[in-house]
């Protein structure tokens, strides 16, 4: 296994109250896997992938990451990411340079990488000399993968890497993405509340609500017969060619609330269709940890 993370939680002290947006969650990444974690804005997704690459300040954090992979990240706005006074080609060199010390047998230039590179992802020659402000929005998450890839990782975490962008360029980076991870032998955490990405780019779905893992399992399996009355909300929400016109857009009422307020129990409960009067208790909710199925945390699924 490329990285396990077990039990991980994270706690931050605010004004006096504690908030634990990630709350106990485990999953693996096997090596030159596809794994999505998927959910709700707020759900606690990008903490968590943070977390994987030692990137959360003040915070009190336990469970445990098991394996040491090199990640990179790709995030989801490239413009807030990248420098625009600096050239492409340089903010690609700083990328080099943070894998330097492992790059004893490497023969090309600096500046004969910062070419593959861009090449690799598909960016025209001359890119290097180019500032962000000069490039569309699709060409600057290219030079934000160039940037990552610099960093020879074993693991992409891509954060909502095409949200920013159209629909015909978000399947032009994800395919770079899938294309070069495959060539790399590269493992991929793609993070997205877009369940339609994740059929075409994963293998593994890990479902998040609420600082947890609610649901987990392969594609086929999430996607074809969801057990968590959450994972089936958020399947419902995707919109369909097929369906009538007139049809109104399925969604989850509600929204998610602040890991300020968590809902006691299973924290869906407010917003859940199938909600009994046992699910707002804690004590059975920390039962179905200990008797429930590992894959599904709902009461509807023993
Ligand atoms: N440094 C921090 N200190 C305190 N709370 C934080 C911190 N970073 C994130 N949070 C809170 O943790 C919760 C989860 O945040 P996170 O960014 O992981 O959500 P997300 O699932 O990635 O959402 P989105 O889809 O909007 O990116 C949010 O309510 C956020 O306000
Ligand atoms: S445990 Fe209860 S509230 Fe939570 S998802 Fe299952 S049925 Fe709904
Ligand atoms: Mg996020």
């Known amino acids: 296994m490329l990285l396990t993370v077990e039990g991980l939680s994270i706690a931050f002290r605010l004004e006096g109250r504690i908030s634990v947006p990630v709350r106990g969650v485990s999953f693996e990444i096997p090596e030159n896997g596809r794994v999505a974690l ?133 399947k032009e980076v994800l395919d770079l993405i899938a294309r070069i991870a495959d060539e790399r032998g590269m493992a991929v955490l793609l993070i997205t509340h877009n369940l339609g990405l994740v059929a075409r780019y994963s293998r593994d779905v890990n479902v998040m609500y609420a600082g947890e893992i609610v649901e987990k399992g392969t594609v086929p399996e999430i996607l074809r017969s969801p057990r968590h009355p959450y994972t089936q909300g958020l399947l419902a929400a995707v919109p369909r060619l097929d369906a009538p016109k007139d049809a109104p857009l399925a969604d989850i009422p509600g929204t998610v609330p602040p890991p300020t307020d968590w809902p006691r129990g299973c924290a869906f409960h407010p917003r859940c269709p199938k909600a009994r009067p046992e699910c707002s208790a804690d004590s059975f909710y920390s039962l179905l940890s200990e008797f429930g199925s590992p894959a599904v945390r709902c009461i509807a699924a023993i």
């Open 38 to 170: 998927v959910g709700e804005s707020g759900c606690g997704k990008s903490l968590t992938a943070l977390a994987l690459g030692g990137l959360v300040d003040r915070a009190k954090i336990t469970g445990k990451i098991i394996g040491s992979p090199r990640i990179a990240y790709v995030f989801q706005n490239p413009m807030q990411s990248l420098n625009p006074v600096m050239r492409v080609g340089a903010q690609i060199e700083e990328g080099l340079a943070r894998s330097r010390a492992e790059a004893a047998g490497r023969y090309m230039s600096d500046t004969e990488e910062i070419c593959s590179l861009l090449a690799a992802v598909g960016l025209p020659k001359g890119t290097d000399r180019k500032y962000s402000c000069e490039m569309s929005g699709g060409q600057q998450q290219r030079v934000m993968i160039a940037m990552a890839l610099a960093q020879s990782p074993d693991l992409l975490i891509a954060d909502e890497p095409t949200t920013a962008l159209d629909v015909t360029t978000q």
